[in-house]
């Protein structure tokens, strides 16, 4: 029991770290793609937001890590005394008001909802992921 859920939470978190270096390098590569076609200027935006975005992935996987090891000790345990519930009731609120936010703020037009999406996807990943994962500490 405890060893499959050990090796679980271990596999789940290479996932998320193999997921987050294939989209950091689409990401890249749709960088390069467009800095073909459209001739850009030597503005330092590109790498702030490529920055922006790997910052993003990065605390994305370690904010759904984060909740694998109250999980793993909760099962272990086979309860969950200890745990604080106002803790856990306070992130799920901020985690779904938060990826609220994000979603509510999408662009009118469908043209640019892929796109707003694609750029708040770690964020989205996150508030919602870990929302999801807060279910089921709680």
Same mark, same amino acid.
């Given at each position: 029991?405890?060893?499959?859920? =050990? $090796? +679980?939470?271990?596999?789940?978190?290479?996932?998320?770290?193999? @997921?987050?270096?294939? #989209?950091?390098?689409?990401?890249l590569?749709?960088?390069?793609?467009?800095?073909?076609?459209?001739?850009?200027?030597?503005?330092?935006?590109?790498?702030?937001?490529?920055?922006?975005?790997?910052?993003?992935?990065?605390?994305c996987?370690?904010?759904?890590?984060s909740?694998?090891?109250?999980?793993? =000790? $909760? +099962?272990?345990?086979?309860?969950?005394?200890?745990?604080s519930? @106002?803790?856990?009731? #306070?992130?799920?609120?901020g985690?779904?008001?938060?990826?609220?936010?994000?979603?509510?703020?999408?662009?009118?037009?469908?043209?640019f909802?892929?796109?707003?999406?694609?750029?708040?996807l770690?964020?989205?990943?996150g508030?919602?992921?870990?929302?999801?994962?807060?279910?089921?500490?709680?």
């Amino acid at each position: 029991g405890s060893k499959s859920l =050990k $090796n +679980f939470c271990i596999t789940w978190i290479m996932v998320c770290i193999a @997921l987050s270096v294939i #989209l950091l390098c689409q990401l890249l590569l749709r960088n390069q793609d467009q800095s073909g076609v459209i001739e850009r200027s030597n503005n330092p935006l590109g790498m702030i937001e490529m920055s922006g975005f790997i910052c993003g992935y990065i605390s994305c996987v370690f904010y759904l890590g984060s909740r694998f090891p109250q999980l793993y =000790k $909760n +099962f272990r345990r086979r309860s969950t005394e200890g745990t604080s519930y @106002l803790l856990f009731a #306070l992130a799920m609120m901020g985690n779904c008001t938060y990826g609220l936010s994000l979603v509510l703020r999408m662009p009118a037009t469908k043209s640019f909802q892929a796109l707003y999406l694609l750029h708040h996807l770690p964020w989205l990943i996150g508030s919602f992921g870990v929302l999801f994962l807060d279910i089921f500490v709680s």
